[in-house]
């Protein structure tokens, strides 16, 4: 085979290996993995199951790739939440609370993506067959937005806009506040999706509930847009 | 067939349908709905396949009595909490606190039952296959809790010691803040049990974070147990 020639198969195994690829994300997010069989990827890949296995050596290796190649891809989630935090710093409580309001809302967004949480059940469907994959996933996607939040709850903590004890936690309770009863609905009921509006409500309380837990109103920087409450009427 | 042979068959028959669904509650769990056959139930039931198909017209009838079964008994769900919270209010947001801590830590217990845990991971699982079936699992138990909570907490807010517009969206606040963080590491690890330290820990830090977003320090009762922070410092 000449040059050109060996590029042009390169090229149709690259294609094919996407294709087998694309088929069997479709029928484990569909099916799960056990609902799965090789016939139906080969079938939905168009290819041969000769094609399939000259790929992947069995439907674990398949799996894996899979979920390896989603789990690496969750730079979306880290990257929504610090472009929503924003390059300056909100120097009152009144600006942090509409940052975090807007950090909350993508973190719904992206979470509540119909394909995210197709995945998040898969993988947490499998989670005993494959307990080295599901870590990796919990470790690469919830556990990673945690520790950006924290990171970037850290500079509001240096002002003294922020103040906590353990600010992973507290970055973790902001994460739950805002995503919990969303996502937990979701999981069990895929169609139940927030309409804008309660996206909106959702988000806004879960900044109003997170500042009142964990904000101060003591800055380095002036405060003149905070309307300072009464005592104790938080 | 006298009576006594009669009341005999009809035991032997409640006895084989126990078997049939503690058997098949196993391999569900351990294996999912498509990962479980009928011959699998028959053998570790220890009953012919004949048998399990005279008790159970086929997998899906047998996977839905389980199911339902489960989701009716969440009672006990609604009895901890309930119990937790005590009969007599607290009078004071200290008290109020320490309540909250002790639900926190009893609605952690029972979430991360090993079984509750994976029954719920089968039920997400199977969402998109058995809709109904999830749709009423989420109703009946998360829901549920949250809506116990709601009505344990509306005491306080008619003595003043809790404060929010929509209670419901406050209560599942409360329940995020207590069960998120370790509920969800749990769903995708399910070897990384909080230990009793940590337990303690995250039921007492969404009880406080729970009061500083939705406590106020105003009581119709005596607060002289609670001390009272400078304006704004929650």
């Known amino acids: 085979m000449d040059k050109a020639g060996k590029r042009s198969a390169a090229g149709r195994a690259a294609q094919k290996h ?4 694309a088929a069997a994300t479709t029928l484990f997010l569909r099916s799960g993995f056990k609902g799965t069989s090789m016939d139906e990827v080969a ?6 199951k000769q094609t399939v296995y000259k790929h992947f050596a069995d439907k674990e290796a398949l ?3 899979i979920v390896e190649g989603v789990t690496g891809s969750s730079d979306a989630v880290i990257e929504v939440i610090t472009a929503a935090f924003g390059d300056v710093l909100a120097t009152t409580s009144d600006e942090l609370e509409a940052r975090l309001c ?5 973190y719904l967004d992206v979470v509540l ?3 995210v949480l197709s995945l998040r059940r898969l993988i947490i469907a499998e989670a005993e067959q494959f307990p080295d994959l599901a870590r990796r996933y919990y470790e690469q996607a919830p556990a990673r937005g945690i520790e950006v939040l924290m990171n970037c709850l850290q500079p509001y903590v240096d002002v003294g806009l922020v103040a906590a004890d353990d600010l992973r936690l507290a970055a973790a309770h902001f994460a739950y506040l805002a995503l919990g009863p969303a996502q937990d ?4 009921i895929p169609t139940e999706r927030p309409t804008p509006q ?3 409500q959702l988000a806004a309380a879960s900044a109003r509930a997170f500042l009142n837990a ?3 109103t003591t800055s380095t920087a002036p405060t003149t847009s905070r309307t300072v409450p009464p005592a104790g009427s938080q």
Chains 1, 2 share one sequence.
Do not use: C, D, P
């Not at 079938?43 to 041969?48: F, K, M, R």
């Not at 807007?102 to 993508?106: I, R």
């Open 185 to 188: 609905r979701m999981l069990f």
């Open 198 to 200: 309660e996206r909106n």
């Open 102 to 106: 807007k950090v909350a809302g993508v």
């Open 18 to 21: 996407r294709a087998i690829l």
């Open 214 to 216: 964990y904000g101060t």
């Open 113 to 115: 993506h119909a394909q």
């Open 63 to 65: 799996f894996r790739e």
């Open 43 to 48: 079938s939905l890949a168009e290819v041969s």
